[in-house]
């Protein structure tokens, strides 16, 4: 049996939720490198991260700040840390008005996974476009489908080029839904039958 996984994203249309906004160092200087948290590999951030309340609202177990960092509540960490220790890194944040521990989840992994074909789309950047430095690299994915067959021992992963996805095994999914997390979303990327 083949299984599944889903593309773990934050629920943009919750009414009334919260926005966080750009993480920023324990100084509250805005950190020049934010997109280290989300690059599918390790970071070596030393310090705790400070992260600002954009709009105020409903705070979330699981919600995005600037550049789509995942932000984490304690008994979603938990999750993370029991099912695929290998597979990520939490870096404490503090959020102002918040009591409760949030983290940064840092999946430090990216597989050469995605499936062009079984997928709707998978389109490349080309000389053409005029940035040589992402020739070869996606441009956009939709429907996007992975090979399993391919991940290894990863569970917990960005796919390579195209790491705006964070992408989690079922059993992740339904340790998620059973704490009732707020703020998730989850759309199947597993193989098509």
């Known amino acids: 049996m083949v299984s599944r996984y889903f593309d773990l994203t934050d629920d943009v249309y919750l009414e009334g939720r919260w926005e966080l906004g750009h993480p920023r160092d324990t100084q509250g200087v805005k950190l020049d490198n934010p997109w280290q948290f989300r690059m599918g590999k390790p970071s070596s951030w030393l310090e705790r991260v400070r992260v600002p309340v954009k709009i105020p609202g409903t705070a ?82 939709w ?20 790491e705006v996805a964070l992408v989690i095994p079922e059993d992740i999914k339904l340790a998620l839904e059973a704490i009732g997390a707020t703020g998730v979303q989850f759309k199947d990327v597993s193989p098509l039958r």
């Not at 700040?65 to 099912?83: G, H």
């Not at 220790?85 to 989840?105: C, K, R, T, W």
């Not at 079984?118 to 005029?130: I, K, L, Q, V």
Request: charged share 25%; with cysteine; proline share 6%.
């Open 143 to 162: 429907g996007m489908r992975i090979d399993t067959s391919r991940l290894g021992s990863a569970r917990v992963f960005r796919p390579l080029h195209w």
């Open 60 to 141: 979330l177990d699981y919600s995005h700040a600037a550049f789509s960092i995942p932000v984490v509540t304690s008994r979603v960490a938990s999750i993370f840390e029991r099912l695929a220790p290998n597979d990520v890194q939490l870096f404490p944040v503090d959020i102002e008005g918040q009591p409760d521990d949030f983290f940064i989840l840092n999946a430090i992994r990216r597989v050469n996974c995605i499936d062009d074909e079984a997928s709707e789309e998978a389109r490349y950047w080309t000389p053409g476009n005029g940035i040589a430095e992402k020739v070869g690299t996606y441009i956009s994915v």
